[in-house]
């Protein structure tokens, strides 16, 4: 079945860019969308096909799609962008949503 | 504004049953599909199930195929999800979800989630 890869956690300086990828096979022929999950809160849909942004949602949010790898770039990282980060598909073979294992974003 | 309310969730005892609401508001209900979604203590999350905007197509993840049954009442602006033969690994908080619509299937708005405990 098609899976999708995300790094654990990922940590950042404040100010600076985090990078979050996921990777699925043949990406890109498929939309990627990415949610931003806080502790104790709904996840919130941060990017969708992969690079547009929901309105409400800053500019310092963007995504990429390129071969095997998605990317959800975050720029001028701060502490209020701490959270979990999941990557979503539409699989058209199995007819289903898969999430990626979700990433923790921890700004230092 | 766009508002999904889920509720429904409880202690349930292993192999019961438990219907699960999510009263919609602040769109067009009857034009978009609509999701449940669910996360288990300390993991990610894990798609349950989709039903399209008018009733006639509906997606479920395999570990739930032939016990949960989602189903909508446009008419009252309801989506549901019928759980039966539940097991210890449904434990979840169950959130609802509306789809975008479109080419492509996207949550744009979640609700709070409702928390389902199975155990004895």
């Known amino acids: 079945s098609y899976v999708l890869t995300q790094p654990p956690s990922v940590s950042v300086a404040p100010g600076q860019t985090a990078r979050i990828t996921c990777g699925g096979k043949n990406f890109g022929t498929k939309s990627v969308h990415w949610y931003q999950q806080k502790p104790g809160q709904a996840p919130v849909l941060v990017v969708y096909?992969?690079?547009d942004r929901p309105s409400g949602i800053p500019e310092r949010f963007s995504g990429s799609n390129s071969g095997n790898t998605a990317t959800l770039t975050i720029g001028r990282v701060g502490a209020g962008d701490e959270a979990d980060y999941y990557c979503q598909v539409w699989d058209t073979f199995s007819d289903h949503v898969l999430f990626g294992g979700g990433t923790k974003l921890t700004v230092l | 504004q766009v508002q999904v309310v889920e509720s429904g969730g409880g202690v349930v005892q292993p192999g019961g049953s438990l219907r699960l609401s999510c009263a919609a508001s602040g769109f067009t209900f009857s034009s978009y599909g609509m999701h449940w979604v669910r996360q288990a203590p300390g993991t990610g999350l894990e798609w349950v199930a989709l039903i399209r905007y008018d009733g006639s197509k509906k997606y479920y993840t395999d570990s739930v195929k032939g016990r949960f049954t989602i189903s909508r009442d446009n008419s009252g602006n309801t989506l549901y999800l019928q759980m039966n033969s539940l097991r210890s690994e449904d434990t979840a908080v169950y959130f609802c979800?509306?789809?975008?619509?479109?080419?492509?299937?996207?949550?744009?708005?979640w609700g709070q989630g409702t928390l389902v405990t199975v155990s004895s």
């Open positions: 096909e992969d690079g």
């Open positions: 979800a509306k789809d975008r619509g479109g080419a492509t299937t996207i949550m744009d708005y």
